[in-house]
């Protein structure tokens, strides 16, 4: 079974920083791409970063550009997303995703259960 569980969300102020982590298990994590997405509630979901399953090429929605960096761990089986300058519209749940295969394009089979961000003042 599939199991994507994320950590690091919570309240911060405009212009700090957070790091999201995301521990996998139940599938082959190093042959897999991975990505972040995030949902406000009654919108879309935004894909805003992918990377693909070695780790070595990552591509950003321009939403976050130039301020998101993501990560792929395979020996440890686990993925980040540093986050720095927040915004307000950064307000988001943040979900861990599983690639449908080990590019970076943003389509994904799984999800976790997310993690709330909240930047505020």
């Known amino acids: 079974e599939v199991q994507l569980v994320e950590s690091g969300g919570g309240l911060v102020q405009p212009g700090g920083s957070l790091r999201l982590s995301c521990v996998a298990s139940?599938?082959?994590?190093?042959?897999?791409?991975m990505m972040w997405v995030r949902q406000v509630p009654g919108s879309e979901f935004e894909c805003i970063a992918t990377?693909?399953?070695?780790?070595?090429?990552?591509r950003y929605a321009d939403s976050v550009k130039d301020r998101a960096t993501i990560s792929k761990d395979n020996a440890k089986n686990t993925l980040d997303l540093e986050l720095n300058s927040l915004r307000t519209e950064d307000t988001a749940m943040y979900y861990c995703?599983?690639?449908?295969?080990?590019?970076?394009?943003?389509?994904?089979?799984?999800r976790g259960q997310g993690t709330q961000v909240t930047v505020s003042s």
């Open positions: 139940g599938f082959g994590f190093p042959v897999y791409g």
């Open positions: 995703a599983k690639g449908t295969d080990n590019s970076n394009l943003c389509k994904w089979s799984h």
């Open positions: 990377i693909t399953a070695r780790g070595g090429y990552a």
